[in-house]
């Protein structure tokens, strides 16, 4: 996966150096966006270059397919990873990284204790009068976080209820200007990922697992 991730942003810096930006109304990475990017009529060698990444873009997708089936069918009877994958947002990988880190939702007392556990808490750096957000809490699970963090952007893409709720953080900003500016993606996507562990908290507690 951070093979993966490493080809994309390596796609995505082609891109930036020659100020191309993404057609509306396609989502990145999908099979239209990366016809589009095929088409692009870059120089011989950024068009090299261009699909040598999309080869072994292609090569990992594979890879990491053949890697969910194993891992599915090595927890094909395990309730927590069941009930994992029949909730929106959630894929193989995310699943089966949640039950190896989380293990049992029930341990923790509530969503917030599990919100930071899970590294997606945002740390307060406030002084007097002064409220400021200073990123996300140091503990957790680097690969937990990360894993959260993806599911939370694809729930800001797919699901409506988190894009509306992604809209309501930036209108919440405290001045119009701030409102016009918005606030930072990654602060946003935080958000959606901290406020998603906690209602999952009560859909995985015992009693809800039996309805797998």
Known sequence: MKQRT????????????????????????????????????????TAFLRDEYLDELTHLNAKIREVEHRLLKQTANDAVVSKLLSIEGIGPITAITMRAEIARFERFDSGKQLSRYCGVTPRNASSGQKQADAGLVKAGNDGLRVVLIQAAQRLMNFSPHWSAFALRRVAACDTPSQQKKGKPHNVIVAAVANRWLRRLYHQMQPDQLLSV
Do not use: M, Y
Not at 8 to 16: E, F, P, S
Not at 21 to 35: D, E, M
């Open 6 to 45: 490493r080809v994309k942003l390596r796609l995505r810096a082609i891109l930036r150096e020659h100020r191309i930006k993404s057609p509306t109304g396609i989502n990145a990475w999908t099979k239209a966006w990366l016809q589009w990017l095929q088409a692009i009529d870059f120089d011989e060698t």
